[in-house]
């Protein structure tokens, strides 16, 4: 397994591009299954968990070719002769599940394995099925899959989220663009991801209102045509790199970067003493002084705080000047980087959702291990001012949502590189 060696070495200066969004790209590759016809998307990034969403897609009979080294995502799902989204895939990549609302409301069946936990959380997918079935859907859980069945179609549904989840307004979102008549979906997720999904559906024929609020109306079409979408600028991506001249000094350019992605966490960063200003072309990051200050951080739904940039924000705190709280209030074990920025010399205690992060003058490198996607890049940045060499273990959770971090980083003055594992 590879490894990446960081080493504190002072200011960035430079820009760093911001690639489409992980997330945006997960839901919108299934809404290939929705239509016989084309869809096309551009500013895709090049993720081993598009390749893992790919090969699902490809293995329901879906074509997909990845053109311009994967920037392009041309689809087809003219001939879907398989409904059974099988375990072994589906346990890799939780967003799996995004194929069941498609498929059902394209040919009235699927089989889909549940995903199961991960190292966050149980996760669920509960209210996904209940969306569903609030459009008619009929379920059977057997052997760790979900048999659907839509026998005369999806019908229009009303159900209203007891929580906000992303994936299950996003599987009901789909699933609703062809059921018959209109659908309701109250407490919806207000994510970028969501916006785009919509804009995406209804370039393909899809009727649909309120995307971006907590009410989504949705009037079925009997057909989804074809269509080319850009995927989003990944918020998530764009916040991480941000905190890379917040945590080491200098000043960089996110190009791509848009504030209205992240609203919430620039506030947070503003309160902690980082500048942020729009240029033409991103987003320029400076630190104000020579320390951040303590901020307080609870995470929630858009527009809220981000839960996949808390890690991170963690690894900007444990040099504040002062002591922060943060809450995690979205997964149930989302503190994983905590023991191994602690091995960093960082001063954190983590109560149950609750992780109280006092600041220390400067963090020293260490050998620390990757455990999830986030967490994995929360120590990069921990050690790009840390004391010495900080060596990553396990980054194949890396490459599930960074593409090219090496080359990002160090195109703005950071000591970085990758070594190959057995
Ligand atoms: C999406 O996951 C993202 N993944 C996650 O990003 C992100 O952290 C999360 O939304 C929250 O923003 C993708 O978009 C592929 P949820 P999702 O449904 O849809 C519980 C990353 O790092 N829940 O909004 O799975 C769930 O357990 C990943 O890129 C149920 O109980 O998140 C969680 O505690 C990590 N039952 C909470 O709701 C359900 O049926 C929010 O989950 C569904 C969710």
Redesign the pocket.
């Known amino acids: 397994m590879d490894s990446i060696i960081v080493t504190g070495n002072g200011p960035l200066n430079g820009s760093i591009p911001i690639a489409g969004a992980?997330?945006a790209c997960?839901?919108l590759m299934p809404a290939t299954l929705l239509s016989e016809e084309p869809l096309t998307l551009t500013n895709a990034p090049r993720l081993s968990d598009i390749r893992t969403m790919t090969t699902l897609l490809q293995s329901l009979g879906a074509e997909v070719s990845g053109l311009q080294d994967g920037q392009v995502l041309a689809m087809s799902s003219h001939d879907i002769h398989n409904h059974t989204a099988d375990y072994d895939i589906v346990r890799k990549m939780?967003?799996s599940i995004l194929v069941l609302g498609p498929m059902l409301a394209r040919d009235g069946h699927a089989i889909v394995s549940l995903p199961g936990g991960c190292a966050?959380?149980?996760?669920?997918?509960?209210?996904?099925l209940k969306a569903l079935e609030a459009m008619g859907a009929e379920l059977d859980l057997r052997e760790g899959y979900v048999h659907a069945k839509a026998p005369g179609g999806l019908k229009g549904g009303t159900f209203e989220f007891p929580?906000?989840?992303?994936?299950?307004t996003e599987n009901a979102l789909m699933a609703a663009t062809l059921a018959k008549g209109t659908s309701v979906l109250k407490n919806a997720?207000r994510?970028p991801?969501i916006v785009d999904l919509a804009r995406c559906l209804r370039k393909m024929g899809a009727q649909i209102e309120g995307e971006g609020t907590s009410t989504l109306t949705i009037q079925g079409v009997d057909r989804l045509g074809g269509a080319t979408h850009p995927v989003v600028t990944d918020r998530?991506e764009l916040g991480t790199y941000m905190l890379a001249p917040a945590i080491a000094g200098g000043e960089v350019e996110l190009l791509g970067g848009r504030l209205d992605l992240v609203g919430a966490f620039v506030e947070k960063l503003d309160a902690a003493g980082i500048d942020v200003t729009e240029t033409s072309t991103g987003l320029m990051v400076k630190r104000r002084g020579d320390r951040v200050q303590a901020v307080d951080v609870e995470t929630e739904?858009f527009p809220g705080f981000?839960?996949?940039l808390q890690a991170q924000m963690m690894a900007l705190l444990c040099t504040a000047e002062g002591t922060s709280v943060l809450q995690e209030k979205?997964?149930?074990n989302r503190f994983m980087h905590a023991p191994e920025l602690i091995r960093m010399g960082a001063e954190i205690d983590v109560q149950g959702g609750t992780a109280t992060v006092t600041g220390v003058n400067r963090l020293k490198g260490a050998p620390v291990m990757a455990t999830d996607?986030?967490a994995s890049v929360s120590l990069i940045l921990a050690g790009l001012a840390a004391e010495g060499d900080t060596t990553v273990s396990r980054v194949y959770h890396l490459d599930r949502?960074y593409e090219h971090v090496v080359r990002k980083l160090s195109g703005v003055g950071a000591k970085i590189e990758r070594i190959k594992g057995e």
């Open positions: 992980k997330n997960l839901t939780r967003a966050i959380g149980a996760r669920p997918v509960d209210l996904h929580f906000v989840s992303v994936g299950a997720a994510e991801e998530i739904p981000p839960t996949d979205i997964f149930e996607l986030r949502g």
